[in-house]
């Protein structure tokens, strides 16, 4: 056992195998000083914590394309480099639509594998009238390993033009959660 001790200027460290407390006790950090868990070495999180977020939003709406018959991007993408890799990655998608006729279909694509997270069909459309609306795509993902994976949202048509974006800005978001 090592013990870290400052005094005028000059710091020690202290090593230990287990801190523990007595029954009923709170281990407690000073007042305006701060527990440090990741200078140095690693922290082991209980199952089912939020290590990371990362998250992209769109600075726009209202973009249009034409009638895509196979799916292409979106423009919407988030790159994450998973700290474990016996985690689970938590995956969500949100954007508004606007489509002119036919079908929209929507998936979440995980790029370095080509796996599709989660896939979602985004109403029937018959009328010429423009139909709009928003949708959420969610799904799980294993990472083999700890390689940065990125996310994107892609989509096409069966007719008509389809508008991504058109009333709320889109965003993907990406939680990595401890096993």
């Not at 709170?26 to 990371?52: C, E, F, H, R, Y």
């Not at 990655?89 to 694509?109: M, P, Q, W």
Request: hydrophobic share 35%.
């Amino acid at each position: 056992c090592g013990l870290w001790v400052n005094v005028g200027g000059l710091m020690s460290t202290l090593e230990l195998k287990e801190l523990s407390h007595p029954s009923g006790e709170v281990i407690k950090i000073a007042s305006g000083k701060t527990l440090d868990l990741n200078s140095q070495g690693t922290t082991k999180m209980p199952a089912g914590s939020v290590i990371q977020v990362k998250k992209f939003q769109s600075a726009s709406t209202g973009s249009g394309t034409s009638t895509v018959t196979s799916m292409a991007d979106d423009g919407v993408q988030v790159a994450i480099t998973p700290k474990y890799a016996n985690s689970l990655l938590f995956v969500s998608c949100t954007s508004g639509c606007s489509v002119s006729g036919g079908y929209a279909y929507f998936r979440i694509l995980e790029n370095v594998s080509s796996t599709v997270v989660q896939a979602a069909p985004w109403g029937n459309f018959s009328g010429s009238p423009q139909q709009l609306g928003s949708f959420t795509i969610t799904g799980w993902y294993s990472p083999p390993d700890t390689s940065t994976r990125t996310f994107k949202l892609q989509g096409y048509t069966t007719a008509g033009t389809r508008y991504l974006n058109y009333s709320v800005y889109p965003n993907i978001t990406v939680m990595e959660i401890a096993q």
